[in-house]
């Protein structure tokens, strides 16, 4: 069973920048797809970004395409989640989660398709 340490949360500016860190362990890192999801208050946990390492591929939200970076490091068993410009409706409690990878990259989207998750991290941006 893989688990899940998040790590980097915290308080910045509206056009600031912050990195997630999600270390893994228990598992073979490079044979999992990572998402990143997160949650506001009073609002559905949404997703944000994923990476499947065997297709090479990432995909992102329409909302943070241009502002955040998923990227990965095996070596260290570690996704991280750059965020950058950041803007107060990116306040929320941040996930990172694992899965198996999909032939249908739409199932990542969904937080339905992850069987393992972090604790949790929060990011707040002030206005």
């Known amino acids: 069973q893989v688990q899940l340490v998040e790590s980097g949360g915290g308080l910045v500016q509206a056009g600031g920048s912050l990195r997630l860190s999600c270390a893994a362990s228990?598992?073979?890192?490079?044979?999992?797809?990572m998402g990143w999801f997160r949650q506001a208050p009073g609002k559905e946990r949404e997703f944000v970004a994923a990476v499947s390492w065997s297709g090479g591929r990432t995909y992102y939200a329409d909302s943070t395409k241009d502002r955040f970076t998923i990227s990965g490091d095996n070596a260290k068993n570690t996704v991280y989640l750059q965020m950058n410009s950041q803007k107060p409706e990116d306040t929320a409690v941040y996930y990172c989660?694992?899965?198996?990878?999909?032939?249908?990259?739409?199932?990542?989207?969904?937080?339905?398709?992850?069987?393992?998750w972090g604790q949790g991290n929060q990011v707040t941006v002030s206005s």
């Open positions: 989660a694992a899965t198996v990878d999909y032939t249908s990259f739409t199932r990542y989207f969904t937080d339905e398709s992850y069987s393992c």
């Open positions: 228990g598992g073979t890192f490079s044979s999992y797809a």
